[in-house]
């Protein structure tokens, strides 16, 4: 069965990425000598799981044509929507031809270069036979307080809490389903989220802190130290 189960990748990259105050998106920022979502792709190529990865732009993006990769024959480009869940959406639509609703999806942060892959497959292992599906994630190892204001209000117990990271792998069927159905909620901030409106409760796979999402300035010289350390 396992045989005929294709895994796609859905890599949403509308996103303009406000925090990092530069001249463009943060996906395009030059790292060690390549833009991130051209590091995050070829992570993904090398994995060497995926049918075809869709890459979500949006309609507007002057720097996605001009990236080789974007040629890639394993890479097709989709348009981005309003939100995050909209241009996965897309990215699924845009696979629908081939893709059976059993088929596995990995939907993956651009601004996640740092992605391994070593993880991407121990993820698919440990799903693969899963009803739902499941993300990659950290556990919590700071203490984290409930704050109203600048006020604390409690501690969580972080027993509890985990830090959600991506890949998230789902059914083609199940996440297609769950995002139409979630369409303009604000209480979707990722794949996995719309999943549990369903009342699907989805896996933790715990993942590698160096797995980071480039979102603040600093966080490219992160990056780039671990991908020397990788």
Same mark, same amino acid.
């Given at each position: 069965?396992?045989?005929?189960?294709?895994?796609?990748?859905?890599?949403?990259?509308?996103?303009?990425?406000?925090?990092?105050?530069?001249?463009?998106?943060?996906?395009?920022?030059?790292?060690?000598?390549?833009?991130?979502? #051209? /590091?995050?792709?070829?992570?993904?190529?090398?994995?060497?799981?995926?049918?075809?990865?869709?890459?979500?732009?949006? #309609?507007?993006?002057?720097?996605?044509?001009?990236?080789?990769?974007?040629? /890639?024959?394993?890479?097709?480009?989709?348009?981005?929507?309003? #939100? *995050?869940?909209?241009?996965?959406?897309?990215? !699924?639509?845009?696979? *629908? #031809?081939?893709?059976?609703?059993?088929?596995?999806?990995?939907? /993956?942060?651009?601004?996640?270069?740092?992605?391994?892959?070593?993880?991407? /497959?121990?993820?698919?292992?440990?799903?693969?036979?899963?009803?739902?599906?499941?993300?990659?994630?950290?556990?919590? =190892?700071?203490? %984290?307080?409930?704050?109203?204001?600048?006020?604390?209000?409690? $501690?969580?117990?972080?027993?509890?809490?985990?830090?959600?990271?991506? =890949?998230?792998?789902?059914?083609?069927?199940? !996440?297609? $389903?769950?995002? +139409?159905?979630?369409?303009?909620?604000?209480?979707?901030?990722?794949?996995?989220?719309? %999943? +549990? %409106?369903?009342?699907?409760?989805?896996?933790?796979?715990?993942? *590698? =802190?160096?797995?980071?999402?480039?979102?603040? =300035? +600093?966080?490219?010289? %992160?990056?780039?130290?671990?991908?020397?350390?990788?």
């Amino acid at each position: 069965m396992i045989n005929s189960i294709k895994f796609w990748a859905i890599v949403p990259a509308a996103g303009v990425g406000k925090r990092m105050q530069a001249d463009r998106p943060k996906q395009y920022l030059e790292l060690a000598g390549k833009t991130v979502i #051209e /590091h995050t792709l070829l992570r993904l190529l090398q994995a060497d799981v995926f049918a075809a990865i869709a890459v979500v732009v949006s #309609e507007e993006d002057p720097y996605w044509p001009d990236l080789a990769v974007s040629q /890639h024959q394993k890479i097709i480009t989709a348009p981005g929507g309003k #939100e *995050r869940a909209d241009s996965v959406l897309s990215g !699924l639509k845009t696979i *629908r #031809e081939q893709a059976s609703d059993d088929d596995w999806v990995l939907v /993956h942060d651009a601004a996640r270069p740092c992605i391994t892959a070593a993880d991407i /497959h121990y993820l698919i292992d440990s799903l693969v036979d899963d009803d739902v599906g499941g993300i990659l994630a950290l556990a919590s =190892p700071d203490t %984290l307080k409930q704050v109203e204001g600048k006020c604390i209000t409690g $501690t969580l117990d972080r027993s509890h809490i985990w830090r959600a990271l991506t =890949p998230q792998m789902f059914r083609y069927g199940m !996440l297609k $389903t769950a995002l +139409e159905q979630a369409q303009g909620n604000p209480a979707i901030t990722d794949d996995a989220s719309a %999943l +549990e %409106l369903q009342g699907l409760q989805p896996k933790i796979v715990e993942g *590698r =802190p160096d797995n980071i999402k480039i979102t603040r =300035p +600093e966080d490219l010289a %992160l990056a780039q130290f671990y991908m020397e350390q990788q």
